[in-house]
């Protein structure tokens, strides 16, 4: 199964977080992940905040991103899904950042797998609820 990933669901592979257990057992199953570009500097930007507040340091979260760029994602470069995201955007009142990987899925036919809460309460009830998962509700490969 063809699976969007969002990066509230791959910082979970490499950080003890809520739902890690459920993200980590994505990665390790049959599904083929998918995301856009965009999820690079996402997870950057997490790791960042974290060595901003001593959580970690600059060499630990130089090491996620290591593993994270090792990870088998197929990633689709943001620029020709700018359109569509840009539609859903304005469709659901979500950011353009956010709207990225709905549109990949939108684009690939397939769900996409968050552990963002309030992007999933926005979403699960509108016209692309269809291509959401919560991240516990991965059926297993």
């Not at 990665?27 to 997870?43: G, I, N, S, T």
């Amino acid at each position: 199964m063809t699976v969007v990933v969002d990066a509230s669901v791959a910082i979970k592979w490499f950080l003890p977080e809520l739902h890690d257990d459920a993200a980590l057992r994505l990665l390790r199953a049959e599904h083929r992940l998918v995301a856009p570009d965009l999820l690079f500097p996402e997870v950057g930007n997490v790791l960042w905040k974290r060595v901003r507040r001593r959580e970690a340091t600059a060499s630990e979260a130089g090491a996620v991103l290591d593993a994270l760029v090792a990870v088998p994602l197929e990633v689709h470069a943001s620029q020709p899904m700018m359109p569509v995201a840009f539609e859903i955007a304005c469709a659901t009142g979500r950011t353009v950042y956010d709207s990225l990987y709905l549109a990949l899925a939108v684009l690939r036919e397939c769900p996409m797998v968050t552990a963002d809460r309030k992007l999933h309460q926005a979403l699960e009830r509108g016209r692309f609820a269809h291509h959401l998962l919560w991240v516990t509700e991965v059926p297993h490969a």
